[in-house]
């Protein structure tokens, strides 16, 4: 890489191990939030088994993703790795078309996670609507949620202007205020013995369910929203470039963050369906936990909950904040976003591509919804997860790449379990949230997010137009450097003869 080229986009410090890459994820577990009252709709009590089995789909996939992060330690996480597999070298004509794959799949990825900034803003603000009737009689929850996102996007951003370790301890300080009441909350309803197993086994799967078409593809639009929060594990990998020893210290992050997901995905919606029953749920779709907190602690309880809920919700918008400023970062510095997104400042924060984003999502608060930000930007992640799968597979097979090191390596003939889930996720997985859009909430989601994911193809043409330009620039200023450097070998010699 040239030095310009350094200046321009700026390197990614390797400043953290697996603990702090843990903690930075923990906010993951946290995504269960705005779908524990979702799923239950439409599978009933079998959502804890969705749950479970869409926390096992992410181990096989981020098993995938910890040999690329090991054998790609240079590159941020999903984003980089497609970027990098599918660029071809050698290409004739004037784009690369296998860049823009691989450009277009990070672009997927960044949508995916950029938009839980807006969503978890206009939940904060819900709550605290309802929590303070006096903010209630001064502020809309629009206003609320507007205000939240301002305070919330800039905190996380002054915090993480000074790089990534100290993101790390943010996360924390956060994880001890979320995750451990939390548990706390889901393992009490368990000792209190409020949980109430008939609650589960008398309503399994709803009264009208068949294994139609219909239900099949709806069943398909389940996993693909489920693999939004419960798969979302694998971003402990995106900070590849920042581990000190990225061989051990990716796929010990991605283990333990992988393990305690599994927990408490299914303990969670075990534990509120097991107290309210799937119609109770249902009752409260958005924020299921508070009768639970009711029902186990009293009102005080649901004060507590609520207020763990805001805290849960910050990590989870920092956890996300890093996340797609990384891969924002990681397109930059491959030509595939304008250069200009790639510039970190002198602690190797991209700090660019993090102001880009807080504004992107105060303009998604505006949508004021947060169930269609979700459903479009699952049609953006499960895009990411299945080309990037595709890209592990030609990463095994191709010349280019089969004979790198690997310090982490999934298991034998693992090729095929990513082409299976690659294959689940695309198309499978497309086609059922696209169609479980189309029931809920119409199509005014699905719209955005493919035009969302559409606006790439002309924002990649400018960035390919930048990069010849740069070179050209930067061949000219060499022909002028060596044109000079000939004169100057002359003149001594005119010199002397003369």
């Not at 071809?88 to 900034?117: C, M, V």
């Not at 996360?171 to 995750?179: D, E, F, H, T, V």
């Not at 059922?432 to 199509?443: M, P």
């Amino acid at each position: 890489m040239s030095e310009n080229r350094l200046e321009e986009v700026g390197h990614l410090k390797r400043s953290i191990d697996w603990k702090q890459g843990m903690a930075i994820a923990l906010g993951v577990p946290l995504l269960i939030l705005p779908s524990l009252g979702y799923l239950p709709l439409y599978m009933s009590a079998a959502a804890i088994v969705v749950w479970g089995l869409s926390v096992i789909q992410g181990f096989m996939q981020s098993a995938a993703y910890a040999e690329m992060a090991t054998t790609f330690p240079k590159v941020s996480g999903l984003p980089g790795f497609a970027q990098h597999i599918f660029r071809n070298e050698n290409y004739k004509g004037k784009y690369d078309k296998g860049k823009l794959i691989g450009g277009f799949t990070a672009w997927s990825y960044w949508f995916g996670w950029s938009p839980i900034l807006a969503i978890f803003a206009i939940l904060v603000g819900g709550y605290l609507h309802g929590l303070f009737p006096v903010l209630g009689e001064t502020f809309t929850e629009y206003q609320l949620a507007l205000i939240s996102g301002v305070v919330i996007f800039s905190g996380v951003f002054a915090v993480n202007w000074f790089g990534l370790k100290d993101g790390a301890m943010l996360g924390y300080i956060l994880a001890a205020l979320a995750l451990i009441p939390l548990i706390v909350l889901t393992v009490a309803p368990f000792a209190t013995g409020h949980v109430d197993l008939n609650n589960i086994t008398g309503n399994w799967l709803p009264a009208d369910w068949a294994w139609d078409l219909h239900h099949i593809l709806i069943l398909l639009g389940i996993f693909a929203i489920a693999q939004w929060s419960a798969c979302a594990w694998e971003t402990a990998a995106i900070y590849g470039p920042e581990y000190k020893n990225p061989s051990k210290d990716v796929p010990k992050a991605l283990l333990a963050v992988g393990i305690i997901c599994f927990l408490l995905f299914v303990l969670v919606q075990t534990a509120v369906i097991g107290v309210l029953g799937v119609d109770g749920v249902l009752a409260e779709p958005v924020s299921p936990l508070i009768p639970v907190a009711q029902a186990v602690f009293g009102e005080a309880g649901a004060l507590v909950t609520i207020m763990m809920l805001i805290f849960a919700m910050i990590l989870i918008i920092q956890t996300a904040y890093l996340g797609s400023s990384r891969a924002m970062h990681s397109m930059a510095t491959e030509g595939n976003l304008p250069r200009v997104l790639g510039k970190t400042n002198r602690h190797g924060t991209p700090f660019v591509a993090m102001l880009v984003i807080g504004i992107f999502n105060l303009v998604l608060i505006s949508m004021g919804n947060a169930a269609a930000i979700l459903a479009a930007s699952a049609i953006g992640y499960t895009l990411a997860n299945g080309i990037s799968l595709f890209a592990y597979v030609r990463a095994k097979s191709h010349p280019n790449f089969a004979d790198l090191e690997r310090p982490f390596k999934a298991p034998k003939n693992w090729k095929r379990v990513a082409m299976f889930f690659g294959l689940f996720n695309v198309p499978l997985g497309l086609v059922g949230v696209v169609y479980l859009n189309s029931l809920e909430i119409g199509w005014a989601s699905t719209w955005v997010g493919f035009i969302v994911l559409a606006l790439y193809i002309p924002i990649w043409f400018y960035s390919q137009h930048e990069s010849r330009r740069s070179k050209n620039r930067a061949a000219t200023a060499a022909a002028s450097d060596l044109d000079a450097d000939g004169d100057d070998r002359l003149t001594p010699s005119v010199e002397v003869s003369s």
